[in-house]
């Protein structure tokens, strides 16, 4: 089993996890996830990983409490372990140096989007991060982002850090100010959607990772099926990431909705 080694409150719903996983930590990729499952009736559930640390054999995971088996997994403390684990699974994340990468994070989707942080910039681009939640209590990772970022913007929908409004905001500064060659988002659905818009209105290519839809992680439920460019794909074996402009993002959030 994989013992938990260190935990993080980042707020009363979101928690970070530091767990022995040595194998995984070994062959894991910027854009890889991994399926966890805490006891033996428990629920499989995906998580991309957030970090990893070689010489300690761990992999980092962050978790937002959404139903009972996320609150099962936030329960744990330092000393305890998941039950299952098993990954990388899906693809990685195409790396490249485009030049200047705009990477655009919203609420809990900076932890997936952290290593694509990293990756772009030991891939030798320019990387301006943009990160948004509702307050500044929501905003999680910053310290860790402006180590691999060149720029950090903060937007908040209250004001009570950073900049006052909406991640879309603080893309278009950005792309108004300085030529951008690619940008990613990852966040809530209707986020995407939105930042999606925007940098389309600009010409400027976007990857959105879905990884929010998935839930057996195997592509044998179906439950992450979307369409993209007028094709079905699995977002836990096609993807999570997809080009943004081609992704049916009404039809992705009609779907996020089948279980409430």
């Not at 062959?27 to 010489?55: N, Q, W």
């Not at 839809?213 to 979307?226: E, K, Q």
């Not at 977002?235 to 992705?252: I, K, N, R, S, Y």
Request: aromatic residues 4%.
């Amino acid at each position: 089993m994989n013992k938990i080694v260190s935990k993080v409150v980042f707020s009363d719903r979101v928690v970070s996890f530091e767990i022995e996983a040595p194998l995984i930590a070994k062959s894991r990729k910027a854009g890889h996830f991994v399926i966890v499952r805490v006891g033996k009736k428990g629920e499989r559930v995906p998580y991309t990983i957030a970090s990893s640390d070689l010489k300690k054999g761990t992999i980092t995971l962050v978790i937002q409490r959404v139903g009972k088996s996320s609150q099962k997994i936030c329960d744990l403390e330092v000393g305890d372990s998941i039950t299952d684990m098993v990954g990388p699974l899906g693809q990685a994340t195409h790396l490249e140096k485009f030049g200047t990468v705009l990477c655009a994070g919203g609420g809990v989707g900076v932890a997936p989007m952290l290593p694509i942080i990293e990756a772009m910039k030991k891939a030798g681009n320019r990387v301006v991060s943009v990160l948004a939640a509702r307050t500044k209590e929501l905003i999680i990772l910053e310290e860790q982002v402006r180590t691999f970022s060149d720029e950090v913007i903060v937007m908040t929908d209250d004001g009570s850090y950073g900049e006052k409004g909406l991640i879309t905001t603080g893309i278009e500064q950005v792309i108004q100010r300085e030529p951008v060659d690619q940008c990613v988002t990852i966040g809530p659905a209707i986020m995407m959607k939105f930042a999606a818009q925007m940098t389309k209105k600009y010409n400027v290519p976007t990857i959105a990772s879905l990884n929010t839809i998935m839930v057996d992680g195997t592509g044998m439920c179906g439950a992450c099926r979307v369409t993209v460019g007028g094709k079905t794909r699995f977002v836990c074996v096609d993807g999570p990431e997809f080009d943004a402009h081609q992704v049916d993002f009404d039809e992705m959030m009609m779907r996020l909705k089948a279980y409430n």
